[in-house]
């Protein structure tokens, strides 16, 4: 049982992180012909956003954890140690689809901000 309940967790959580959130290298989306200066613009840009969230997804992870270990722990304790892993793989992938979206929110706001017509 608790075999189980362990897979159909990480089947919930890869389901999660499966999400189309675009990833900070994914291409960029112009209305224009962008400036002259736009790969060295880019790669700055991108640079800066790998640094955003750097331990947002372990915090998550911790979060989700602690609260399945929760709700598990109102049956009994095999269901509060399947809660908590179950938890910790679900908020992990929330954590990591959240920082993805931060960071290429991020980059397109860095390219508009140096005047290339970006929209996403």
Do not use: W
Request: aromatic residues 2%; hydrophobic residues 40%; neutral net charge.
């Amino acid at each position: 049982m608790m075999l189980k309940t362990i897979a159909i967790a990480g089947l919930c959580a890869a389901t999660l992180s499966g999400c189309d959130t675009p990833s900070v290298d994914a291409p960029l989306s112009l209305a224009g012909t962008p400036g002259p200066n736009y790969q060295t613009d880019l790669a700055q840009c991108q640079a800066s956003a790998r640094q955003i969230g750097q331990g947002h997804i372990g915090t998550s992870a911790a979060l989700g954890g602690a609260g399945g270990a929760l709700v598990g722990a109102t049956e009994n304790s095999d269901k509060a140690l399947v809660g908590a892993i179950a938890g910790a793989m679900a908020g992990a992938a929330v954590g990591d689809i959240q920082v993805k979206q931060a960071q290429r929110d991020y980059v397109i706001r860095c390219m508009q901000n140096r005047g290339h017509p970006v929209t996403g």
